[in-house]
């Protein structure tokens, strides 16, 4: 966002943290770049004692901050009193009940001081205990994609014979990648599993188990210029994520842009907003089980299996996907609902909610 606001002719700087300590500012695709001292990481939250002065020194005519990040939105309550600011609202503190509990009265303040909200999706202010009571403050800004490079590109994997799943993203619990593993035991198909992190050795030891390894396989980290070659290696992708920690999956916006039919679950967020059910996928309901079990993975299953057997419906699908993209969410389409709240906020008028 901050290179397609600078390449429009404004002027942009972004603040982040460095865990080297002090970095020399740069200005990269006509964005300035601040690298703060990063003190520590806690909670998946780099921390920094200078967001505060950093924000003060700056002055700008609107601060856009993206939440959840704690330090920035203290940064702004301490050093930009008096200034506008708008909050990309990703995702509630799904995971931290503890800082939560610690941060909701400041949180409720961030959230009640901003000028606009700007959710993702509507899905998002409906089921969200934070922004259910600020709705009048909220407008729907959904996530982008530049389509071009998923148009034609060639296979990075080549066919085996048997239908191909695809998934793609960082091995988190909330992915839930495990699902799908369960959920393919017995059915005709290949999956291929893009990305890295902290539960892949957890998920190849489930697909081993369950004597799965030559049909589920790893590819590990592609890299931006590979990955639309990735998606053309796929007749379906699918994203079967278990929490609202999966706020959007900006994936399944990628996928679409390279004409898979999608299949992810219904978490009252974004998910089911991106994928139109019997339109450009599949939603399936999350079955949870009691205890410590694993979810249910029948309902997913199922889904995987209305599509397998029928190459005209991913067709069909696949190509309303990428109309939708093209329809919905590009990058352009981005920056000038951005650029609106922007331009409203400061002139003090009413954004109205899309």
Not at 254 to 260: D, P, T
Not at 308 to 315: I, N
Request: aromatic share 6%; net charge positive; hydrophobic share 40%.
């Amino acid at each position: 966002m901050a290179e397609l606001e600078a390449a429009a002719g404004h002027d942009v700087t972004v603040l982040v943290t460095n865990p080297g300590g002090h970095a020399p500012a740069e200005t990269i695709n006509g964005v300035h770049l601040i690298r703060l001292p990063r003190l520590a990481t806690v909670a998946s939250t780099p921390l920094s004692l200078h967001f505060p002065t950093a924000i003060r020194r700056q002055r700008p005519d609107v601060t856009h901050l993206h939440f959840p990040y704690p330090i920035g939105e203290v940064g702004q309550m301490l050093g930009g009193r008096g200034r506008p600011y708008v909050i990309t609202y990703h995702s509630d503190i799904v995971r931290q009940k503890t800082l939560l509990r610690l941060y909701a009265p400041l949180l409720r303040r961030v959230l009640r001081g901003a000028a606009r909200i700007l959710p993702t999706s509507q899905n998002y202010i409906a089921t969200s205990p934070w922004l259910r009571p600020l709705a009048d403050k909220c407008t729907v800004i959904p996530l982008s994609v530049d389509p071009a490079p998923f148009a034609n590109p060639i296979p990075l994997i080549p066919p085996d014979g048997r239908p191909t799943l695809l998934f793609v993203g960082r091995h988190r619990h909330y992915k839930g990648v495990d699902d799908l593993i369960r959920a393919v035991n017995g059915l005709n198909c290949r999956v291929l599993i893009g990305g890295d992190g902290p539960l892949r050795s957890q998920w190849e030891e489930l697909a081993r188990g369950l004597g799965l390894a030559a049909q589920v396989q790893f590819v590990g980290e592609v890299g931006d210029a590979d990955l639309p070659g990735l998606f053309a290696s796929a007749d379906i992708f699918v994203l079967p994520a278990s929490s609202r920690a999966e706020a959007f999956g900006k994936v399944l916006l990628e996928a679409m842009a390279a004409g898979l039919p999608c299949i992810t679950t219904e978490l009252g967020t974004g998910t089911s907003f991106v994928v139109q059910d019997g339109v450009s996928g599949v939603v399936v309901p999350l079955r949870p089980c009691s205890g410590q079990a694993p979810r249910d993975p029948r309902a997913l299953r199922e889904g995987i299996e209305s599509l397998l057997g029928d190459a005209d419906k991913r067709r069909e699908m696949g190509r309303a996907g990428r109309a939708r993209v093209l329809r919905e969410f590009t990058e352009e389409m981005l920056l000038t609902r951005v650029m609106g709240v922007y331009e409203e906020v400061l002139s003090g008028k009413k954004v109205n909610r899309r």
